[in-house]
């Protein structure tokens, strides 16, 4: 279990001005260790020694595990595609009509490569002892997606949405024991990526992603463990209700969003918002220089609301060059110290 009090964290990262910026960051770590994606993501020693890295590296509020959103559809049986220099990817489809939706079984959680994710995170809290550590893992719509192929889910949802149900309720039952592992191994909270429910229409996702993100916000969220909601869909401004209605404990937005007129004007000032420096454009092609000065204009732009935390608006590709990485941190630093 968590020896942190994670709703206190929340309320800390709020009564706090000057606050440490919170990227989702980990697979940059891979040339810190001299490894490649394919190796960091089947070791557990590695993964937490990459985590490690990057704690003795950087100043962030929290130390978060790798987002590699292929784990879990590996479980239900989908092809991963997994390369040197690239987060892992699923290919093709495994649920094509009903009576394949009906057969699917839920996988159990230490299956396929969940359990070197859980002991990497074991291992991880196990060394990093000065932050919380968080457990990355896929939303309930976006592992669906990935079962069904994104752009027959969109279809389905409107054609065979009972088929479409059946799946969400398998996902969100080994979303919630894998959560409930993660907890039982130490994790102080999972950052959770639904960003294909960012793809629906506001109404599709009320039906279709929030009530079941909200499930696994209900079965694992408490004092001491957290969910971190993570969408980085263009439509998200428009479903922000029904994205809250979710009850998770912060909310991270990508960098397709005005982080300040879509998402903090809107959003109760005791309600953790963060992102959205853009991990590709800005952070993995940019420069020092032109890292420094989106970092500097979002916090100018964000930084009157409380409840805004300074983070990547999605996960930092592997070969992001730590020079921006640094620039990013020290901007931040420079901007809280004037």
């Not at 706090?16 to 557990?44: A, Q, T, Y």
């Not at 994710?117 to 991880?124: C, E, F, R």
């Not at 192929?149 to 979303?175: G, N, R, W």
Request: proline residues 7%.
């Amino acid at each position: 279990m968590s020896n942190y009090n994670m709703k206190q964290w929340i309320a800390d990262l709020i009564g706090n001005h000057h606050k440490k910026p919170m990227p989702i960051l980990s697979f940059p770590s891979v040339s810190l260790l001299g490894v490649n994606v394919r190796e960091m993501i089947s070791d557990s020693t590695l993964q937490a020694r990459g985590m490690q890295a990057v704690a003795e590296n950087t100043p962030a509020a929290a130390s978060v595990s790798f987002m590699d959103l292929s784990v879990e559809a590996e479980c239900f049986g989908a092809t991963v595609t997994v390369t040197d220099d690239e987060v892992p990817t699923i290919k093709g489809r495994i649920i094509n009509d009903a009576d394949e939706a009906e057969a699917l079984a839920v996988p159990t959680v230490g299956s396929g490569r969940t359990g070197i994710y859980l002991d990497a995170i074991q291992k991880a809290k196990e060394s990093i002892t000065d932050r919380p550590v968080l457990a990355g893992m896929i939303g309930p719509f976006s592992l669906a997606a990935r079962l069904f192929d994104v752009s027959e889910i969109m279809m389905d949802c409107y054609d065979d949405p009972d088929m479409v149900h059946t799946v969400l309720q398998k996902c969100t039952q080994f979303l919630i024991a894998y959560a409930k592992a993660y907890r039982e191994v130490g994790a102080d909270g999972i950052v959770m990526a639904e960003p294909v429910a960012g793809l629906l229409s506001p109404s599709l996702e009320e039906e279709f992603s929030a009530p079941y993100v909200k499930q696994i916000v209900d079965a694992v969220q408490d004092d001491h463990f957290i969910v971190i909601y993570h969408n980085c869909g263009d439509n998200v401004p428009k479903m922000l209700p029904s994205i809250l209605s979710t009850g998770a404990a912060a909310y991270h937005f990508g960098n397709v969003v005005d982080l300040e007129k879509d998402i903090l004007k809107k959003v109760p000032a005791d309600v953790v918002v963060m992102g959205n420096i853009d991990p590709v454009g800005v952070l993995r092609m940019g420069t020092p220089d032109s890292v420094r000065e989106a970092t500097t204009e979002l916090l100018k732009k964000c930084t009157p609301y409380p409840n805004f935390v300074l983070s990547s608006g999605c996960d930092i590709p592997p070969k992001t060059p730590w020079e921006n990485i640094n620039a990013f941190f020290s901007a931040a630093e420079e901007f809280y110290n004037k």
